[in-house]
């Protein structure tokens, strides 16, 4: 079968899951499918002891989860670590071209080794705003990864993530997050850039009394009070970038 | 209707999932077996694997009726992997021979449609066989259900005495199929009669 028809198929799979826990199912069955023994879908957090809403599902040994959880591994692992330098997928055998490798580190792939966790493969998932995440995909010991056959996990592993932040709803839908006019946003932009209300009057060529009103609107869109908050909150939902802000 | 699944599609998967699920509740809930649960919902375990082929049985809206998996025994299978001590020699292997592991009942079935579930995958084992060319299929059974494969009227035999492992009386058994089993199960009344469906081809 063609990889395009698979990948339609997969996501098709992976769209139908109603739940959580279908999702789940619906990953171990597409991990066999593509060869793997394994599949984990999580943030990169202290799981048992994050705020909620925080992701994990999967199907590692028990044994090696209750290690992973004992000794705080969520925010540290390697593999999840050296997910941050990156926004595609990659194998575990790359581990040292993305981070230095401590001697924990090491200890912790051996002890996955250990637990029946072998050569694997994980797509990063990271929201602005949001805790940073992962798919991975593992095999057995000493079943090699086939280099040529990641694309598919690398679509399946964004696309599982995606399902399971809209399963837990991460994100209020579109119709019901703040919503800026051009102009409100354009002000903001200048505000958030460290610009008086003078000077953003002057720069977009409107009246003073006319950028006060329209960041008092914006603030009141998001139901915020100050415009350190209301640049906070637009961050967060896309509305701004740090790369406006920051921005030279 | 009756399916070998090796695939990636929507209904496959669906299929897929829908047999773990069941497989849960029959060998972990109900027969309290230790196996590994994911989601509080399927069970899996190393033996599920691409190499692993899975019949399944599923009413026209997916549900699952009855299941079962077959493991190539030229990869690590249940007979040689936990339970070599069954046999009196080396257990069966080769390219012909398949490992029957995980036939699955669901747990919803009345007694009625549980014995056609049975006989349908059974049928199913058999036409799997030999459009496939396995000549062989091998197993672990307790001593009730094997009683009943014994009587199924197919080729089939004990590969040593029943023991205890784990608090479980347990025997390997191997099943010979040819042309001719198919007869040998109309002669035993393992007949089958479609519970709302047609067979299709893998």
Known sequence: ?248 | MLRSYHSASPAAVAAMRAMFAARKQVFVDLLGWDLPVLAGRYELDQFDTKDARYLILSETDGAHLASARLLPTTMPHLLDSHFRQLCDQAPPAGPGIFEITRFCLDRRLTAARRRDARDQLVRGLVDFALENGILTYTGVAEPAWLKQILAFGWACRTLGRVQAIDGMALAALSIDIGPDTPGRLDRAGVIGRPLCLRAEAA
């Not at chain 1, 969520?74 to 990659?90: I, L, Y």
Request: glycine share 8%; proline share 6%.
């Open chain 1, 1 to 248: 079968m063609s990889l395009a028809k698979l990948a339609e198929e997969c996501a098709d799979a992976i769209a139908q899951a109603a739940s959580l826990d279908e999702l789940a199912g619906v990953l171990a069955v597409i991990a066999l499918d593509m060869g793997f023994r394994y599949f984990a879908l999580t943030h990169h957090l202290d799981i048992p002891r994050a705020p909620r809403p925080a992701i994990r599902l999967h199907n590692y040994p028990a044994a090696w989860a209750d290690y992973f959880d004992a000794q705080r591994l969520g925010p540290s692992d390697p593999v999840h670590r050296a997910s941050h330098m990156t926004g595609v997928g990659f194998a575990w055998s790359r581990l040292p071209g993305l981070i230095q490798l401590t001697a924990r580190d090491l200890d912790v792939l051996d002890r996955a080794r250990r637990s029946g966790i072998g050569e694997g493969f994980t797509v990063p998932a990271h929201i602005p705003g949001e805790a940073a995440g992962s798919c991975s995909f593992a095999m057995k010991p000493g079943v090699p990864l086939r280099a040529d056959r990641l694309h598919l996990p690398q679509l399946v592993g964004g696309l599982a993530f995606e399902a399971a932040r809209r399963l837990m709803m991460l994100r209020p839908l579109p119709a019901d997050r703040p919503n800026l006019t051009d102009r409100q946003r354009e002000c903001l932009y200048w505000a958030a850039r460290g610009k008086t209300d003078g000077e953003i009057a002057g720069i977009i060529g409107i009246s003073h009394e006319t950028v006060i009103l329209h960041l008092k609107q914006a603030r009141a869109r998001y139901g915020v009070y100050k415009r350190t908050q209301l640049a906070v909150h637009a961050l967060f939902d896309g509305a701004l970038s740090f790369v406006d802000v920051l921005g030279r």
